[in-house]
């Protein structure tokens, strides 16, 4: 199979905060810096590029940086290699906060020329394979998206793979195996749900003031006749 061209697909299955960012008002400062004032940049966040914020054993905290005074969305990632030692998928996992028995979602990008008929089969160490149906197709690779429950969740902390298989379109017969390294998930999704509660707390702090500064604004138009 044709090797993926690495992206930062964070955000491919949706974002990891349930709450909207772009509806929060920012309140900014008029007042021009020193560094403005003498005719100087500090620069500006690249917003919407890729970051490791943590590594977790086998795991990436990855982040996209967000507008200013918004927190980062993030995810958990791993690349997969072939038993050749060749980059061929991406995984990438997403707490659900809040959802019922949905407790976190997975993307799983695979390239071009997967077999999408073939599915794509999941299973923890020994543990009976579970079956998932390909989403979508883009230039960068197809998509699988996944809901993990509790029980889920808690096969990945316990277990200490998960084998990926994939059929190649050149070869709709074989199944190609990837292995999904377990090493320092616990770690890493403790730490990932940490972060996300945070950055909620953060969100709907903005969306309060956002809120009070509407309706201050509100009671301070002149009334119409």
Not at 13 to 38: H, K, N, R
Request: glycine letters at 8%; proline letters at 7%; one cysteine or more.
């Amino acid at each position: 199979m044709k090797t993926l061209t690495l992206t930062a697909v964070l955000l491919a299955a949706g974002l990891a905060f349930p709450l909207a960012a772009q509806d929060t008002a920012e309140t900014e400062d008029d007042t021009p810096s020193a560094a403005e004032q003498a005719g100087l940049s500090l620069g500006q966040p690249d917003v919407g590029t890729a970051y490791v914020r943590e590594t977790h054993g086998d795991w990436e905290m990855r982040c996209i940086v967000s507008p200013q005074n918004q927190p980062d969305p993030c995810q958990l990632y791993q690349l997969l290699d072939d038993a050749e030692g060749n980059p061929v998928a991406e995984f990438n996992l997403f707490d659900v906060p809040d959802e019922g028995e949905l407790v976190a979602g997975a993307t799983i990008v695979t390239p071009l020329d997967t077999l999408l008929t073939g599915q794509l089969r999941m299973a923890v160490d020994s543990n009976q394979a579970r079956v998932y149906p390909f989403s979508f197709c883009q230039p960068v690779g197809c998509y699988v998206r996944l809901g993990l429950s509790d029980a889920d969740i808690q096969s990945f902390r316990a277990g200490s793979e998960a084998t990926i298989g994939i059929v190649p379109l050149q070869a709709p017969d074989q199944l190609v195996p990837l292995t999904l390294s377990l090493s320092g998930f616990t770690a890493g999704f403790e730490a990932l749900v940490a972060y996300n509660a945070e950055a909620l707390e953060q969100l709907r702090a903005l969306a309060a003031a956002a809120a009070e500064e509407d309706a201050a604004g509100s009671e301070d138009a002149p009334a119409s006749e």
